[in-house]
Nanobody, 123 residues
Framework: QVQLVESGGGLVQAGGSLRLSCAAS????????MGWFRQAPGKEREFVVA???????SYADSVKDRFTVSRDNAKNTMFLQMNSLKPEDTAVYYC?????????????????WGQGTQVTVSS
């Protein structure tokens, strides 16, 4: 089992940047494929990006070229660098984990979730 804790959310103006972190504890971090999802009020949880154990990535079209995911296996942490933020990026951002080395883009395929961190982008 793995425990996930997100941090780094906040309020930023449109065009600004934020860097989210997802710290993992418990079982070996390198055993898990990871992902970021987000959920805005009244909307379903939405895929943002996935990163495999080996570092292969898959991005949602809405964030491609603006967001960058990375993982530091030595620090058991995944990061999401978000640039050129837009008001429509406003949501609670969640990190997720699942054992294996596949890029999972569907929320229901993940076994472990963090509590989320709020990102608010003002216009």
């Amino acid at each position: 089992q793995v425990q996930l804790v997100e941090s780094g959310g906040g309020l930023v103006q449109a065009g600004g940047s934020l860097r989210l972190s997802c710290a993992a504890s418990g079982r070996t971090f390198t055993a898990y494929a990871m992902g970021w999802f987000r959920q805005a009020p009244g909307k379903e949880r939405e895929f943002v990006v996935a990163i495999s154990r080996s570092g292969t990535t898959s991005y949602a079209d809405s964030v491609k070229d603006r967001f960058t995911v990375s993982r530091d296996n030595a620090k058991n942490t995944m990061f999401l660098q978000m640039n050129s933020l837009k008001p429509e990026d406003t949501a609670v951002y969640y990190c997720a984990a699942r054992g294996g080395d596949i890029l999972y883009t569907r929320a229901r395929l993940y076994d472990y979730w963090g509590q989320g961190t709020q990102v608010t982008v003002s216009s």
